[in-house]
């Protein structure tokens, strides 16, 4: 809620679960305690650019035992004297103010805390669902390669079957040829053909002793 010329914040509804909260650029001066009632796990809370001017006006906010960021910038507030000391000394559970702990120390970009819980919602919205998916399309494309590589093998055998098939009917048409000349033989057709050539080949030994004794 952040530049919405918000005079306070009496309205605000009960919001258990709420951790950060921005008011800033708004014109608020006090009744800071209905953030101890309607919000009370409030980690970070930014009231910069506000019109809050006394330290007592942040005592309310000791009710907020888990807020470790509060920010102040462009309230008259921090023109006070030992103004960075005062707000740690009345707000002990903080650890940063205006961006920085009691020791001059920067706080970090983002919070820790802040982005686990934004990769659970990311998860809850559907993102690790996404993974999820990739990773079982990942496993269908292995099992799909495994049955390729197997009908590839069924292939190579059915091939191999064949081949001996073949050779076994090549070897049985080369037995009924043999069978069939066979039987010509035993048929009287063949057995004629057999003494018309032997009988030629009597005429053309007598012809040739005809010749001999010529």
Not at 61 to 88: A, G, Q
Not at 141 to 166: C, K, N, P, S
């Amino acid at each position: 809620m952040i530049n919405i010329n918000l005079l306070s914040v009496s309205n605000l509804p009960k919001l258990n679960k709420l951790r950060k909260l921005e008011l800033s650029d708004n014109r608020i001066s006090g009744g800071l305690e209905v953030l101890a009632e309607k919000t009370p796990n409030l980690t970070h809370l930014n009231l910069s650019g506000n019109k809050i001017k006394d330290i007592n006006t942040l005592e309310p906010l000791k009710k907020l035992p888990n807020l470790h960021s509060l920010d102040l910038f462009n309230c008259e507030v921090t023109m006070l004297i030992n103004y960075r000391e005062s707000v740690f000394a009345l707000l002990p559970q903080l650890t940063y103010l205006d961006g920085f702990d009691a020791d001059e120390q920067e706080a970090p970009d983002s919070d820790p805390e802040a982005d686990g819980d934004a990769l659970e919602d990311d998860y809850e919205n559907g993102e690790g669902e996404e993974e999820e998916d990739d990773e079982e399309e990942d496993d269908l494309d292995e099992e799909v390669i495994d049955d390729e590589e197997d009908e590839d093998d069924d292939l190579e055998g059915e091939e191999d079957e064949d081949g001996v098939d073949d050779e076994e009917e090549d070897e049985e048409e080369d037995g009924e040829e043999d069978e069939e000349d066979e039987a010509e033989e035993d048929h009287p057709c063949g057995q004629k053909r057999k003494r018309s050539l032997e009988d030629e080949g009597e005429e053309d030994a007598e012809d040739e002793e005809e010749d001999e004794d010529d």
